[in-house]
């Protein structure tokens, strides 16, 4: 099954992501200025006397600088949300290559047209940010390419240092660029390491969330995005069946045989349900009312789960059940349709409980 796609989100990542009440607009737009001051350093690099003296050099930095604004403005473009949860994502793995490799090209480019080499080794700390950023955002290819540029950058930059004279000694230059080597990989390699952690610790939480602690069935939270997902991705010729279940007296039995009996008792009719869910989305609601969306058009399946229930004597708790189907043309509308079982389940249970029906279709309440 294909998922269906919000924005450039697969649904799943944007029901994940939609549980982080956090604004990114402020993350973007500190990128873009990042970027603007990078122009801005390399500008006053040009300006600056004795600092840039070949011609070469020069225009290096300034075709670099003259990029840092439309490509700031191009930034604003990306998803990050998507980016940064799924990076190998095509319609955003290119432009984070794309964003990383222009920024070690260009910042490694205008340290390298410096005459002092020493002072491009002590320029490295400008690579913290594209760091965090390829850990954060980067696929491993990306990472792979920045870790290789910038290590390949600080070693082309101690072998200069090494042929001036502006070092005591081959020693302290490398250790010049040593030191900038181990500060920018642990950078990228913390970042990237915590990155994956919120990630996986995202997944977990939205496996918890989503689930009902007493019964492990979805809670109405999951049952509604997973519902909703069964339905999007069921072939249009395919009806697919709408059940509430709802636990008859329970509210007398918990009174009764107290709260530890009656949530044993949930679990049980959990148990019974969920025998339904090889291809069926199954949860609870809510209290002690259940649903079943499944992908059936077996007239008898009402009739099914409450005889499922009745028969494993459940401390003689019954189950009222009602059902309707939804159809291309008719309901097709997963919310339209619940409502249509709750409201006829009402009825029964006013009539006693213990009842079990399945209309076909329906387009309306009152076709009840």
């Keep these: 099954m294909s998922e269906k796609r919000l924005g450039s989100l697969t649904a799943e990542q944007h029901h994940i992501l939609s549980t982080i009440p956090v604004d990114r607009r402020p993350l973007q737009w500190a990128i873009c200025v990042v970027i603007v001051l990078f122009g801005v350093v390399g500008l006053s690099a040009v300006f600056s006397p004795g600092l840039i003296t070949t011609t070469a050099g020069q225009v290096t930095t300034l075709v670099f600088c003259a990029t840092t604004v439309p490509v700031a403005i191009w930034f604003r473009t990306i998803d990050l949300d ?136 979805w809670n109405r939270r999951g049952f509604d995005y997973h519902a909703a997902r069964l339905v999007e991705t069921t072939s249009d010729d395919a009806p697919i069946s709408v059940l509430l279940v709802d636990i008859d007296r329970y509210k007398e039995f918990n009174d009764t045989h107290g709260h530890h009996r009656g949530d044993l008792a949930l679990r049980e009719v959990a148990g019974v349900l969920s025998r339904f869910g090889d291809t069926s989305v199954v949860g609870r609601l809510g209290g002690d009312e259940f649903g079943i969306v499944s992908v059936s058009a077996r007239p008898t399946l009402a009739d099914e789960v409450c005889g499922a229930v009745r028969a494993a004597a459940i401390a003689g708790l019954t189950v009222s059940v009602w059902g309707t189907t939804l159809r291309r043309g008719g309901v097709d509308d997963l919310q339209v349709a619940l409502v249509i079982a709750d409201t006829a389940l009402y009825v029964a249970k006013r009539d006693g409980g213990g009842r079990s029906h399945q209309i076909a279709s329906a387009t309306a309440l009152g076709d009840l």
Aim: charged share 10%; aromatic share 10%; glycine share 10%.
């Design 82 to 217: 998507t980016l940064w949860w799924s990076p190998d994502d095509p319609s955003v793995r290119w432009r984070g290559f794309a964003f990383l490799a222009w920024a070690d090209v260009g910042t490694s480019a205008v340290h390298a047209s410096v005459d002092n080499p020493l002072l491009g080794i002590v320029g490295a700390p400008l690579f913290a940010p594209v760091c965090a950023f390829g850990a954060f955002f980067g696929t491993r290819a990306a990472l792979a390419f920045h870790t290789v540029w910038i290590n390949g950058y600080l070693v082309v930059m101690a072998v200069r240092l090494v042929e001036s004279d502006l070092v005591p000694s081959r020693l302290a230059a490398v250790g010049a660029a040593g030191c900038g080597i181990i500060g920018l990989n642990a950078t990228t390699l913390l970042l990237a390491v915590f990155s994956g952690h919120i990630k996986n610790g995202l997944r977990a939480q939205r496996s918890e969330t989503d689930t009902d602690p007493l019964t492990g069935l």
